[in-house]
């Protein structure tokens, strides 16, 4: 850093970049000096160092500033598909919509049919395909958040759960304007999950262990699923549930409701 | 998976600070940790750049290892393993992640 260039009208500057890495400092920008006649090339290098999620988080804060200013706690529930996602949260809503105004935000590739399974269970639902040509966003980011936001009646609301799309990959990377994360991790899924999707179990606050009741029928018991959460992720609150048979569930509508009071 | 819509955003940053001048490289550091997948991503560049109306930009990728700081032992450490960012000397988990997480545009070359 500082590196001093003495110039031919005499002028002294210094290019106070840190680049970080090494590479060849060449110096091929125009200056603007007029002293570089027959030298410049008219290519010149512009110190970015801009995040690529800046503008995602940046509406992330939109998202979540909005909420606040209703008084509302958003979670981001994740998963892989297939974990029983849209049956936790309709034994969630089964629980907990008589005690708060819920919204859902129901992320689906092209169907409606997971918002159909939530439907007549007390909560707002605004559902948000993302397919756009390509076959399908494969996570919700916060622009697409924030116009489902616009299906949703803020004033209402004390709990808004954003449904991601089924992947353990793409959604961990994507701030959608949440308070906290949340995953549903079934027991079929095998017990190497969290090591192979680190950062989507390193993401998150709370991890519900689904499908318990079929533990059993399996080679590996619920400590060893608990042992690798907590191999890439200590701090987190990790609940054996099943919402099939309802086992384990007042712990997550506990969670929940402690999540939801934090206004 | 979605490197797609990472091309996307990173066309996005690139044209708040190239505006209308050409670009001719586009530098991005890529860390460890991130799940980009570079063929991929340098793939998905090739159909934004066109589509974003810069294209001649070359992408450049640079890596960045992950390193971390333990809680436990105090050590810092580069990981073993992507998938795992347990501590290398004592296999804690209750570790800081130091480096690896980078994700971004670093420098563009513009004419």
């Known amino acids: ?263 | 998976m979605h490197e797609l819509s990472l091309c996307r955003a990173i066309a996005g940053v690139v044209k708040t600070h190239a505006g209308e001048r050409r670009v001719d490289v586009v530098r991005v550091q890529v860390g460890a940790l991130r799940q980009v997948v570079p063929d991929s991503l340098a793939f998905c560049w090739t159909i934004v750049r066109d589509d974003e109306n810069m294209p001649g930009a070359e992408l450049e990728l640079e890596f960045i290892p992950a390193e971390v700081q333990c809680h436990g032992c105090g050590q810092q450490s580069p990981i073993e393993s992507r998938f795992s960012v347990a501590c290398p000397q004592c296999r804690s988990a209750d570790v800081a992640v130091v480096c690896g997480e980078e994700f971004m545009v670093t420098s563009v070359d513009v004419t």
């Open chain 1, 1 to 263: 850093m500082g590196r001093f260039h003495r110039h031919d009208d005499g002028t002294v500057h210094s290019h106070d970049h840190d680049h970080g890495h090494e590479h060849e400092h060449e110096h091929e920008h125009d200056h603007g000096h007029g002293d570089h006649s027959g030298y410049a090339t008219g290519t010149e290098r512009i110190e970015v160092l801009e995040a690529i999620f800046a503008e995602n988080d940046n509406r992330a804060d939109i998202n979540r500033n909005a909420f606040q200013a209703h008084g509302i706690r958003a979670l981001n529930l994740m998963s892989s598909p297939g974990s029983g996602k849209t049956t936790v949260l309709a034994a969630t809503l089964d629980e907990l919509a008589g005690e708060f105004a819920v919204g859902i935000i129901e992320g689906d590739i092209a169907t409606d049919l997971d918002a159909a399974k939530l439907e007549g269970r007390g909560a707002q639902i605004s559902l948000l395909n993302t397919s756009n040509g390509f076959g399908g966003e494969c996570h919700l980011d916060a622009p697409m958040v924030n116009r489902a936001i616009g299906g949703l009646d803020l004033n209402t609301l004390d709990l808004v759960i954003v449904e991601n799309v089924g992947n353990l990959v793409c959604p961990a990377e994507f701030d959608v304007g949440e308070h906290a994360k949340a995953m549903v991790y079934s027991v079929t899924e095998g017990e190497d999950k969290p090591l192979k999707y680190p950062v989507m179990f390193r993401s998150v606050d709370v991890v519900l262990l689904n499908k318990i009741d079929l533990v059993p029928h399996l080679d590996a018991d619920v400590d060893t699923y608990i042992s690798r959460v907590r191999e890439v992720n200590p701090g987190a609150v990790i609940l054996p549930v099943s919402a099939r048979t309802g086992e384990g569930m007042s712990a997550w509508f506990n969670w929940l409701r402690d999540f939801a009071r934090k206004t």
